[in-house]
């Protein structure tokens, strides 16, 4: 899935507190500016942030992107580390120079990166 790409601001804004160049809020890749459509790395791993959440039919997905997300936060007490330790962004991270891994990718593949911190 590509995903419908728009480029706002205010909505990178309210989904990431200013702190994203892109959010994925499925079925919508939103960009901080034009240019950024330009990146395929950005774009990758947005796009497979839309296939995770293909995955658990949409709204699960972000109800435990935000579950794990707090639970690495009290953890970790720090915003940037609960969010690369949350299993949908390694995943995204380890695969987003790739760009064939969404012809590749097994279903649920997220799930290898549960628990690792």
């Given at each position: 899935m590509k995903g419908i790409v728009i480029v706002?601001?205010?909505w990178t804004n309210v989904f990431s507190a200013g702190r994203a160049t892109g959010v994925t809020i499925f079925p919508f890749i939103f960009l901080r500016s034009r240019g950024l459509k330009a990146d395929r790395i950005l774009l990758q791993h947005e796009r497979i942030h839309l296939q995770q959440a293909l995955e658990l039919a949409v709204l699960p997905f972000y109800v435990w992107y935000l579950v794990?997300?707090?639970?690495w936060f009290v953890q970790h007490g720090n915003f940037q580390q609960a969010y690369r330790s949350i299993s949908f962004e390694k995943e995204a991270y380890d695969h987003?120079?790739?760009?064939?891994?969404?012809?590749?990718?097994?279903?649920?593949a997220f799930f290898s990166y549960y628990k690792r911190s």
């Open positions: 706002s601001r205010f794990e997300f707090l639970v987003e120079r790739e760009m064939r891994y969404l012809q590749i990718r097994k279903c649920w």
